[in-house]
């Protein structure tokens, strides 16, 4: 988003934009502008102890939000803070945990992601050793009784329900990234920790800038206590916003007043719009058809060495594809780019190797290890969610080290770790979003573009669009310049939530405490707007009321005419089902009619482009749906005609003869056709044209009755009648809208609580609670956390695992863990015996706990996916990872999926293994899978 400094810095600054990237960067690190930097910093002294000793210890002054935010939590409020990308967010959370040392007490600091948690861990051990800080992950636990424990969010809800007794001594916790909870899939968490956190506790929400922060802070007040919001929008380095267009950069804003306004360089506009015309004129770009927008900017190597000349290295260039990011390094090493010295080299390599020593040897040239090292050596690197870990963690670590100097990424790094740089490129404002092509929101340009910039290494970060065609750039500027990222909750009861509350609160406790959470309080604000306006059309409707009467007629005031309209009313819903049956039933006497029609028949085509007399050439399809027969009318037009053509049956008026071997595309023989069907039409007295007919039957006695009643009601014989009828449907009107207002208060009010009870309810149909207690079966699905709990626990209970050995329980368990990138029609193949019929039975059972959710009118459980029983049966089974990399459902499965996949089977095994008994042989079964699979790639460890 495009920032413009405040104050005393906008002269300054402004003065820059005019310079090339290289010269301003050089030119804003003069004294004058040092000086205004310090000059800006919080200077104001606290009286704080905490604060005072904390902010003494830092290596830079707080800045006012910072400063705002620990004096509150200091004084005994919980926080939220929001702020961009690489504001300092942070530090309030650094704050926290050092309260928690000064008081003797415990802080956990949770993220949203490992990788986040592993950084953040080695943070923290840094600053205060190695015996006071602890890990816990679904990989790592290490000193997890320690004073300070960094974690993922889902460890710390597990240890709400389970009433774990780390808990103790609990003071604060963080939530780093808490705007995680608007995640579909995983948001829910978040609710269920900060409403669950016990009220002792001192929370910390850290989050990205958000729209609603204000709406956000009055739920977390009502169900956390006392809650000061400090929101920012001010970037510590400021971002410039540029566009590439060919060879030439251009400033998006030509100084900063054009910013604050959102006006386009006039000089950008200019030029775009000539070299569009140019385009348009010269015709599509050389290339595959279809493919021109690639050859329209300039190639990736050319990009980076811009950037390079420019000093705006490092650079995240963000590539909306896997396979494109793979594409670019490449593009670059084919180029023969270089962006290293010798020594830089040295130090990759020596990196590379000592962070990679884990890897089997085997596996590397599976890996493309190689290739990979060699673009790193040449400071270019790719970094997605296909790649090993272990090579992530690498890239990111080098980037940081300013090693790497050009990394292509998916967006998936936006929402990562701390991996910020100079300059942020954007090759395109559209991305792929598992369903279909979809523009980039404000949002997350924001989000991509708040990468740019490094707190305390930059004096400003830059955003870079490269042009295309169709890439306005005052849509560019909209997107600089909206802040509209409203956070939306996307809570709702899951099963193993269900039976966790009930079990530890209570059924009635627990609807309560739903009723607590961000998305009832969401909904139930919504309510208030839908309630007013219910209001509202309550009171017209009075008055439209008393506008419906009048008293020139005796027994026509509102009331009376109200009674009047109401019958009026009752005719035109019967006029209309009269209507609706006779139409019915003359189509269908229409369709019977068709199919009884013979070459040779002499019909009359009642209206329509086609009316007049036709002879049918060919009779209608019998037993194929409605019958079409081909005819040729009077005016020599041929085709096939429908029922719906006519309003009445169709009777064959005559007949004519039509030769045996007719070919109606034939211009002579149609005319020939058709003067013989005149001739026999006056030859036989045969009307051309249709009258009007009788529609035949008598009226309907309840039409009769009613309009009867009707003529005899005091207000028909009202002079105004038809004007208080005008104002009677405007009332009719309104009342409709607001019944349907009043729908959709009931149903948003307490919407979460009457899902629960569905959820219940369920859970009371297949044992899992009795009378409100949770039973045995349903104390093991409470320590089942995955999507799919229920399709677990039915999975246990039914014994569908049973007997299989590790790598046949593994690809068992895989097919509820597993969900492919993208939908298929075809059914993967899985391995014949044990664990197909293992598969077959998980299949059979989804299907019996899906109907059972149709009929509670829930829709929690998705469809198992086989596409992955493949890879990790063959994985489990000790065969090579080359193998295994090539046997999943899409051909040549990345490794970095393979791991995230495999770690979350192994995830679900270690949840069965607990859940079951310690006697059962699932258990045992459950830790020889996990050993199976936990090997190679798997065993690498990503704490450094």
Known sequence: MQRVPDGDRVQKLSSLIGMSPAKR??????PEVKRSEVQRRADGASRLPALNAFAAELPFDLDPFQREACEALEEGSGVLVCAPTGAGKTVVGEFAVHLALAQGRKCFYTTPIKALSNQKYND????????KVGLLTGDNSINGDAPVVVMTTEVLR?????????????????????????????????????????????????????????????????????????????????????????????????????????EVHPELLRHTRDLARRMEYDGPARGRPGRGRRTIGPPRPDVVERLDREGLLPAILFVFSRAGCDAAVQQCLHAGLRLTDPDERAEIRQVVEARTSAIPSEDLTVLGYYEWLDGLERGLAAHHAGMLPAFKEVVEELFV???????????????????????????????????????????????????????????????????????????????????????????????????????????????????????????????????????????????????????????????????????????ADREKALARHSAASRRAAAVDSLGRLKVGDVIRVPSGRRAGLAVVLEPGAVGFGEPKPLVLTEDRWAGRITAGEFSIPVEALTRVRVPKHFNHRSPQERRDLAAALRQAAMEHGVARRV??????GGEDDELLALRKQLRRHPCHACPDREEHARWAERRARLERDTAALRDKVANRTGSLARTFDRVC?????????????????????????????????????????????????????????????????????????????????TLKLWSELEAAEAEHGLQLT???????????????????????????????????????????????????????????????????????????????????
């Open 158 to 262: 597990n240890m709400l329900y389970t009433g774990s007794t780390a808990l103790r001594d609990l003071a604060y916790v963080v939530m780093d990234e808490v705007h995680y909870l608007a995640d579909r899939f995983r948001g829910a968490v978040w609710e269920e920790v900060i409403i669950h956190l016990p009220a002792s506790v001192m929370l910390v929400s850290l989050s990205a800038t958000v729209s609603n922060a204000e709406e956000f802070a009055e739920w977390l007040v009502t169900v956390r206590g006392e809650t000061r919001v400090v929101v920012t929008e001010h970037r510590p380095v400021p971002l410039w916003q540029h566009m590439l267009v060919g060879k030439r950069m251009f400033d998006l804003f030509h100084d900063a007043a054009a910013a604050q306004m959102h």
């Open 25 to 30: 960067y050089s030119a804003a690190r003069s």
């Open 401 to 571: 080290r300013g090693l790497v100097k050009a990394v292509f990424a998916t967006e998936t790094l936006a929402l990562g770790i701390n991996m910020p740089a100079r300059c942020v490129v954007l090759e395109r404002l559209v991305k792929f979003n598992g369903e279909a092509h979809v523009d980039l929101t404000p949002g997350e340009y924001t989000q991509l573009t708040g990468r740019a910039g490094r707190r305390g290494i930059d004096v400003e970060g830059h955003a870079v669009v490269i042009w295309s065609p169709e890439v306005d750039p005052r849509h560019v500027a909209g997107l600089a310049s909206t802040r509209t990222y409203p956070l939306r909750s996307s809570f709702r009861p899951s099963y193993n939530m269900a039976v966790n509350l009930v079990g530890s609160v209570g059924a009635e406790a627990a609807r309560e405490l739903l009723e607590s959470s961000f998305a009832q309080f969401q909904a139930d604000r919504s309510v208030v707007g839908l309630a007013r306006q219910v209001k509202r059309n309550e009171e017209t409707m009075a008055v439209q009321a008393l506008e419906m009467g009048c008293d020139r007629e005796p027994g026509c005031d509102g009331g009376d005419f109200e009674e009047y309209f109401a019958i009026r009313l009752r005719i």
């Open 124 to 131: 923290l051990v840094g600053r205060h050793g190695a015996d």
């Open 691 to 696: 009258g009007r007919g009788s529609r035949g």
């Open 862 to 944: 998705r469809e198992p996916d086989l596409g992955f029983v493949w890879p990790i049966y063959r994985w489990a089974g000790g065969e090579p990872l080359s193998r295994v990399l090539a046997s999943g459902a899409d051909a040549d499965m990345p490794a970095g999926d393979f791991v995230r996949w495999a770690r979350q089977v192994v995830d679900l095994l270690g949840q069965i293994a607990q859940a079951t008994g310690a006697s059962s042989p699932m258990r045992a079964s459950a830790r020889a899978a996990m050993d199976a699979v936990n090997r190679g790639v798997l065993a690498y460890s990503s704490v450094g």
């Open 761 to 841: 309810a369920l859970l009371e149909s297949r044992g899992y609670l009795a009378r409100g207690q949770v039973t045995e079966p349903g104390r093991m699905l409470a320590r089942i956390w995955t999507e799919a709990d229920m399709l677990v626990a039915e999975c246990l209970r039914r014994d569908a695992w049973d007997g299989l050995d590790p790598a046949e329980l593994a690809a068992a368990v895989s097919v509820v863990v597993y969900e492919a990138r993208r939908e298929s029609d075809e059914r993967a193949s899985v391995p014949r015996g044990a664990v197909g019929d293992a598969i077959d039975e």
